[in-house]
């Protein structure tokens, strides 16, 4: 069996991380293709910003010889004062992506399993998380359950060249 090493991302894997959610998006969505493309540099943007101010942990996982093989990250994500938690900040895994052929070896579990730990050592009391259908079962097998949240989804027009009333070419996004 193969061997991965997981450790925490530096500045210089912004990039990385940028590329492994606009792949992690176009594997869950490709009908989102354009709109992903259309993201990308505001999405490396929003992750370097994010890093340098620490409330983004990225987390990537090498195989010997250093090809990278996965990722994800921590957000922190701030939080409204609840009772039982007054931290105000809530972690969020995100961007979750395995390369294709390393796929079904264990390298998104040890990213769970390293976030997780992460978290302990840190007290948080909860980590949250979207799950796509190929994920859920990863994330279940840790003890991942569905929570109560709501949406109401607003129909949101992707493309701004699409007339006003072609209602037909409407879809909505996440
Ligand atoms: C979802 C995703 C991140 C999972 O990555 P992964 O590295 O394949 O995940 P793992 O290998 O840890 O686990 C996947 C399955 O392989 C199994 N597995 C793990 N190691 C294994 C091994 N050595 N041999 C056989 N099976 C193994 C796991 O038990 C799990 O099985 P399950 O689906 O029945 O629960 C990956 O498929 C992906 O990038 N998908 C596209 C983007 C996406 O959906 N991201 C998640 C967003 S929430």
Redesign the pocket.
């Known amino acids: 069996?193969r061997s991965f090493k997981l450790s925490y991302a530096g500045k210089g894997d912004v990039d990385l991380l940028a590329e492994h959610r606009k792949?992690?998006w176009l594997?869950?969505h490709p009908e989102y293709e354009k709109e992903v493309r259309a993201t990308e540099k505001g999405t490396r943007r929003w992750i370097r910003d994010q890093m340098s101010k620490g409330t983004l942990v990225g987390m990537v996982v090498r195989i010997a010889g250093g090809e990278v093989v996965?990722s994800?990250c921590i957000w922190l994500r701030e939080e409204q004062p609840r009772p039982t938690n007054m931290r105000l900040v809530v972690p969020y895994l995100m961007s979750?992506?395995?390369v294709k052929r390393?796929?079904?070896?264990?390298?998104?579990?040890?990213i769970?399993k390293g976030a997780l730990k992460w978290c302990r050592e840190k007290n948080y009391d909860r980590i949250v998380?979207?799950?796509?259908?190929?994920?859920r079962?990863?994330?279940?097998?840790f003890g991942f359950e569905p929570s109560n949240e709501m949406r109401f989804r607003f129909q949101q027009r992707l493309s701004s060249s699409q007339p006003e009333t072609s209602g037909n070419h409407t879809r909505s996004v996440s």
């Open positions: 069996m792949r992690m594997d869950i996965g994800g979750m992506y395995t390393f796929r079904r070896q264990g390298v998104a579990s040890l769970v998380l979207h799950a796509s259908k190929e994920g079962s990863v994330y279940e097998g």
